[in-house]
């Protein structure tokens, strides 16, 4: 298979345009049109992974960190970082990066936290906003229904749980035809009064040239009239963090323990807890510490996140228990949850894990 056809069953599940603005997301080394049979998939993309790449026959490595976060203006190997890209570059290696794209879906990587922990069902904690548009457009009436149903297939009308959603108005349009125009209805230079509907749906913002080919492919005037709106709706399925509820509540320490024994952690770094038993957590893999205000908010009883500094922990203010389970430990399920993805939609394409243990940090 092609490099761009693995990105596009990887962009579809979590496009590129979800990262934070601070991120470095997509495909950071190589050319989309080159060949790739097995592709490595790591949570760090270190000198360590590249060699393993090469070593067992991978033009592609998919990693949840990005090499590269800002610009690079010297190549000559005096850091890790140029070591990577220039080894990669020699070698046809293909670097892909997934990486607050992938945090912020709500099949991403906080929702394989919440199912290792066993919350079902969790919630976006900071939902997005600005990821929402709405389309009116006005069609014929015995066209509204074609025009409708190819724009439910490019991802208009879906709200949460449903799909199909549009608000439909009669009215009358008024056209007149000039000079050059080649119209389905009407003449030229006769002004013409047709019944048609106005529509409107909601769609999500990255899928705009998708929903705008559907509509101009299948409403069969010549000029399509419609209007695209900004909304300032957030969006409860992409953002930061989850939360969610434990099926049985649980006593804190017990919970602590079991966190840090499927993580995997040398060490949970925790607060004093304030309360007996946890039943609601919120998660955010990686550094999660701007979230406390909203994992708060959402009542949680427990913060699992990574990367905290001493003077934030005062900031649970026995109010919630934050731990620190460790950075690499919190996300490194990413690997198995990307090659899941992978092997669900591309059966006959094959991915591997990486074998280097790319965490900096170790437990004495
Ligand atoms: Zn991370």
């Not at 298979?1 to 693995?6: G, P, Q, R, S, T």
């Not at 349009?173 to 030229?188: C, D, H, L």
Request: proline letters at 4%; a negative charge; aromatic letters at 8%.
């Amino acid at each position: 298979v092609k490099v761009k056809e693995i990105l596009t069953v990887l962009r579809d599940w979590a496009p590129e345009s979800f990262q934070e603005s601070y991120d470095n997301s997509g495909l950071i080394v190589g050319n989309p049109d080159s060949e790739v049979n097995k592709a490595l998939v790591s949570l760090d993309c270190t000198e360590a992974v590249v060699d393993e790449a090469l070593a067992t026959g991978c033009s592609l490595i998919i990693s949840h960190h990005p090499i590269v976060f800002s610009g690079l203006k010297r190549f000559n190997g005096s850091n890790y970082i140029e070591r990577v890209v220039e080894k990669a570059i020699k070698n046809d290696i293909c670097l892909y990066a997934i990486h607050t794209n992938l945090d912020n879906v709500n099949n991403g990587v906080n929702a394989k936290i919440m199912e290792l922990i066993g919350v079902k069902n969790p919630r976006v904690l900071a939902p997005k906003k600005n990821m929402i548009k709405k389309l009116e457009f006005f069609s014929p009436k015995d066209a509204t229904e074609t025009v409708f149903d190819a724009l439910c297939a490019a991802g208009a009308g879906e709200i949460g749980n449903y799909s199909g959603c549009s608000f439909r108005l009669d009215g009358e349009g008024t056209f007149r035809p000039e000079k050059g125009s080649n119209p389905v209805i009407g003449e030229q230079g006769v002004l013409t009064r047709q019944q048609e509907d106005r529509v409107e749906m909601v769609f999500p913002a990255h899928r705009q040239n998708a929903v705008l080919k559907a509509l101009f492919d299948a409403h069969p005037y010549e000029e399509v009239a419609y209007q695209v709106l900004s909304l300032e709706n957030i969006w409860q399925e992409v953002g930061s963090g989850m939360v969610g509820n434990l099926e049985q509540p649980e006593p804190v320490m017990d919970f602590l323990k079991r966190i840090k024994e499927v993580f995997g952690t040398g060490c949970v770094k925790y607060t004093q807890p304030h309360v007996k038993m946890v039943e609601r957590v919120a998660v955010c893999g990686g550094s999660g510490s701007f979230l406390l205000g909203n994992a708060m908010g959402a009542k949680a009883d427990v913060f699992i996140t990574a990367d905290y500094k001493y003077h934030q922990f005062f900031d649970a203010e026995k109010r919630i228990v934050i731990a620190d389970i460790g950075h690499y430990e919190s996300e490194k399920f990413t690997m198995q949850l990307i090659s899941d993805y992978l092997s669900e939609k591309i059966p006959n394409f094959a991915t591997c894990l990486t074998k280097s243990n790319t965490n900096p940090v170790h437990y004495l």
